[in-house]
């Protein structure tokens, strides 16, 4: 009995169930005498599948809209009034199996949330107590110990607090490799182990995991309309009633009633409605898969026309981590160990941001580094240290000049260095220039390949927006190939830019992942987030967030967005080209109400299988998206 209950739920019911009316109608009026039996039997397949479209149209009528449910239900009855049974139960069964292939097909553009939602963890095993307990995903705590064995999802968002291990992230950030895991690293609920055994220490449980936020885009963004969409909505409230008059003038006209009924029929703009929300919601699908957010069919559509892209320079450009590249030496029989120990010892006690590297430099060098005895910073010029009675200058030449230190080689090389897109520093001791160390940000391994993808697909300029120093701006900006350059920028500097380049017209993309580019996210028309995954508030703010540091996934994007802007107007031209064709056919004889029913959905069918194409993936590989003719030498970058 449930087993039935649900079959006559379905959405295949009612089209089976008029369809065996209409067969067993074929089938009687091929037996003497049962002409009247054929006729009820074909009135009852009418009534069955046209029951619902009734209703939808009289609910419709209720809120002042006259829609497609309205023009069938017409046409249908009109057709029993004249006692052309056979196509009253030809045109409600065709639209009915027209709606559940529609409902069918437009389930699997869904796919990509429904999947998102089937990854979403059911239980976690926790330690309590010092055992290991299962519970609810949703009944885990924050700071609670989470256990993740090899092939169990991950419950929650955390931290790994002991252990080791490969994630499989695709579901977040769309990596198609498992990355390793280890103390210390972030990992994300919905995610799956491939190896090792983790502790994790909760930060975000239930709705408070990325997932969930990324659930909960991704609804909102296939909901969200478009201004194609909102046109067309607007353009059919004015299209169904000029169907409707025409097919009364056109029945008055011709004396047909059958004429007008068909006329009606044939006018339903089903294809043409359904033609831009179903690219949309397979465009964001595909794009959740890959680990790329879109905020909606706005931006979507907004992205798709996207010629300049400006890119803050570090985090994004490069990995947003100094590292020392080199160490020179100028002082007579002074070694490169001896300028490093002594340009550590100073900055040991110093809370200036190139510390880090230093430090780090010396510990993989072996050093023994020892706190100084004082530090002072020298605000413009660099910082001098007292260890053990001598005096240690690190700074630029400015500072060694203030203490009476005059060095040309090392002035000399310091600005060799600065030409080259490092940031030097000269190191003093005992009343002597030592020698010159360099800083550099490394440039990601993918921003070559990722303004070169960029260009292909057909962003004209990509623009590098920085607040570092000109000779560092240009030569990231030469080692990445972007078209210009504008270099010490504070925040207003990024802004003012921006919206520069919006007023001479064009359509800017802004890319940071700092609060400094915040105003120039704000001002874009649209703002994109990299490695979105770790925060909530670029995953909820962002018009387009890419959840990993991938590159790629920027022109992965922007092409995506095109590519749905074509279907979009190939389905409205297929919709518009289906209606012109049929509505001459009527006028030159030969297309019937039923022959119209069925072509209109078709095309509908054909406008869906179209949009589903997006939902094939088009994976970006390094290197993959270099032009040939990009081999050839680019024009230096303008500096703006």
Known sequence: MTRFNGFLTGRWAVPIISGTLII?????????????????????????????????AVRALMVRDIGIDALVTVAAVGAILIGNYWEAAAVTFLFAVGNALESATLNKTRSALQELIAVAPDEAVVLRGGEQVTVGAAEVDAGEIVIVKNGAKVPVDGVVVDGTGAIDQASITGESVPVDKRIGDQVFAGTISRGGFLRVEATGVGADTTLARIIHRVEEAQD???????????????????????????????????????????????????????????????????????????????????DLVAVDKTGTLTVGEPRLVDVIPVGEGVTRREVLAAAARAE???????????????????????????????????????????????GNPALLE?????????????????????????????GRALGVIAVADEVRDMAADMVAGLHRIGVKDVVMLTG??????????????????????????????????????R???MVGD?????????????????????????VESADIALMSDDLLKLPEAIDLAKRTNRVMKQNIFIALLTVAVLLAGVFAGGVTMAIGMLVHELSVLVVIVNAMRLLRRRKFATGSLIPASSTEPRSPARVA
């Not at 898969?289 to 069919?297: C, E, P, S, T």
């Not at 430099?361 to 605000?379: F, I, M, N, Q």
């Not at 090392?410 to 520093?425: I, W």
Request: aromatic share 4%.
């Open 24 to 56: 067993a109608s074929w089938i009687a009026s091929g037996l003497a005498g049962a002409h009247a039996v054929a006729n009820g039997l074909m009135l009852a397949a009418a009534v069955v599948a046209g029951w619902r479209i009734a209703r939808g």
């Open 224 to 306: 969200a309309k478009a201004p194609t969409q909102t046109f067309m909505e607007k353009f059919s409230r004015w299209y169904t009633p000029g169907i409707i008059v025409l097919a009364v003038v056109a029945g008055l006209a011709f004396r047909d009633v059958e004429l007008a009924l068909t006329l009606l029929v044939i006018g339903c703009p089903g294809a043409l409605v359904i033609s831009i929300p179903v690219s949309i919601v397979s465009g964001i699908g595909r794009a959740a898969r890959d680990g790329i957010l879109i905020k909606g069919g706005e931006f979507l559509e907004t992205a798709a026309d996207i």
């Open 348 to 394: 040991a006690g110093s809370e200036h941001p190139l510390a880090a590297p230093i430090l780090e430099a010396a510990r993989d060098g072996g050093l023994s580094v020892a706190l100084p005895d004082t530090v002072e910073s020298v605000p413009g010029k660099g910082i001098r240290a007292v260890a053990d009675g001598e005096l240690i200058l690190v």
């Open 402 to 430: 203030q203490f009476g230190i005059d060095s040309p080689d090392a002035a000399r090389v310091a600005g060799e260095l600065a030409d080259g897109g490092t940031t030097p520093m000269i190191v003093a001791a005992g």
């Open 468 to 505: 570092d120093v000109e000779p560092v701006a240009r030569a990231i900006g030469g080692a990445t190939g972007v078209d210009e350059i504008r270099a010490s920028l504070l925040p207003e500097g990024k802004y003012d830019a921006v919206e520069s380049y919006r007023a001479a017209g």
């Open 507 to 509: 359509t800017v993309a």
């Open 514 to 538: 700092g609060v400094n580019d915040a105003p120039a996210l704000a001002a874009a028309d649209i703002g994109v987030a990299m490695g979105a995954a770790g925060s909530a508030v670029a």
